[in-house]
């Protein structure tokens, strides 16, 4: 037999880590150890029941077979009027298309707007299939640091860089609330942005899956500032909202003209979502805002006494974040002590801190270069077991020999020069 070769694209592409991390973690579970999943970025709570009896409904009445690539008007239509709600837009069902989650639309955005060598500008740290994507449409990727002086603000001066100086500036990725620093781009933020792409022949990517967890004031899009309906693609899931991580629904809103090349896209890729998922979603829209705001609360909560918790601990510098249920601690210091890289502390969590015990968890590095030095922890597990890995950390990170042992046995986690403090 012989095994054709892959593409160079294929050959080279790179993966969301949380759901590596994750496979180590159940075959670690599987083998009978105990371990605190804080890793995966799912929600712990059951699906929004008008949602639920919507989706069981819908099936009964067998609205189970193809349906328009854009999406059922009932759901198109659903969306339209709780983006007006919530976000002050004003627009229709025209503007609103279906997908299979959010993370479609990354890379059928970089397929609607993104030639060989356009320069496309990603924040980092970053969603880790930001660049998979772009590198399918041959973009060449600019990055701009998120830091955690600046609350992991977009810096507009680096945007402004961007579009002056690159030779063909064709598109923005942003990210608010961001996944993995919590950062959260406030309303001044995305007014400046605005002014700065005004006019321009470029693409702006909001990726907003988040919106409905911004604990440090009300979630601003784009989509709400003078022409950016025209300039922006902005995607929505419902996964996080509302619990409906494996209905796998989400959808984007743009302009018309946007919407309908997304649509054409989607129909020569993916058909179509099934309408039965598409009508659990306009149900749990119109239905559920009551239990999506419970959910957020007790998130809220969680994420709060999880990043003071850390913050607390020696050698630990950590951020209430604005949003997302994620918190994103710098533990530079710790790192640089032990020589270790801050995936490489991660793993050490997991794997060898505790014969019988471990916590899951990611490097900043699985997010890009700038999250060197960090980890980050979801908040899904209930709050007893957080507290347990919370008990467990400190006694971890100080145990010298058990650190030095697995460095020399996995000499890729070596760190090689000190993170910056």
């Not at 919590?182 to 605005?194: F, I």
């Not at 749990?284 to 805002?289: I, M, S, V």
């Not at 997302?324 to 801050?342: D, K, L, M, Q």
Request: hydrophobic content about 40%; some cysteine.
């Amino acid at each position: 037999m012989t095994q054709p070769s892959f593409s160079n694209f294929a050959a080279g592409v790179t993966t969301e880590t949380a759901f590596d991390v994750l496979s180590i973690a159940k075959q670690l579970k599987a083998a009978g150890k105990r371990v605190i999943e804080l890793e995966i970025g799912d929600s712990p709570f059951p699906s929004t029941q008008n949602g639920v009896d919507a989706g069981i409904k819908a099936i009964q009445d067998d609205m189970c077979h193809y349906g328009p690539s854009n999406g059922i008007p009932e759901f198109r239509q659903a969306v339209a009027d709780y983006v007006n709600s919530e976000y002050g837009l004003s627009v229709g069902p025209e503007n609103v298309v279906a997908g299979p989650g959010a993370k479609i639309f990354e890379q059928l955005f970089c397929e609607a707007f993104i030639n060989e060598g356009d320069g496309v500008l990603v924040f980092s740290p970053f969603f880790p299939t930001y660049p998979p994507n772009i590198n399918r449409r041959g973009g060449r990727i600019c990055y701009s640091e998120l830091t955690q002086e600046n609350e992991f603000r977009p810096n507009l001066a680096d945007v402004a860089k961007f579009l002056e100086e690159d030779p063909n500036p064709r598109a923005i990725f942003i990210n608010t609330p961001h996944n993995p620093t919590g950062g959260v781009m406030t309303l001044e933020d995305l007014r400046g942005l605005a002014d700065l792409v005004r006019g321009k022949d470029v693409a702006v990517f909001a990726d907003e899956p988040y919106d409905q967890m911004a604990w440090s004031g009300q979630h601003h899009t784009l989509l709400a500032q003078e022409g950016m309906l025209d300039q922006c693609v902005a995607c929505y899931t419902f996964s996080k909202s509302f619990s409906m991580s494996g209905w796998r629904l989400g959808y984007a809103v743009s302009s018309e003209a946007n919407i309908n090349m997304v649509a054409k896209l989607i129909n020569t890729t993916l058909s179509c979502v099934p309408p039965f998922v598409q009508m659990a979603g306009a149900a749990a829209l119109n239905g559920d805002r009551s239990q999506r705001d419970e959910y957020m609360g007790i998130f809220e909560t969680k994420v709060k006494y999880l990043a003071e918790q850390l913050d607390a601990l020696d050698g630990v510098k950590c951020l209430v974040p604005g949003g997302t249920f994620y918190v994103f601690p710098n533990v530079a210091e710790i790192c640089n002590r032990h020589g270790i890289t801050s995936h490489g502390l991660a793993m050490y969590l997991l794997t060898d801190a505790d014969a019988e015990f471990g916590v899951a968890c990611l490097g900043g590095e699985c997010f890009g270069d700038a999250g060197h030095g960090f980890l980050r922890f979801s908040t899904a597990e209930p709050d007893e077991l957080i507290q347990e890995a919370l008990d467990f950390l400190p006694g971890a990170f100080n145990a010298d020999e058990k650190i030095a042992a697995f460095v020399s046995e996995n000499p890729k986690y070596k760190l090689e020069s000190p993170y910056s403090v």
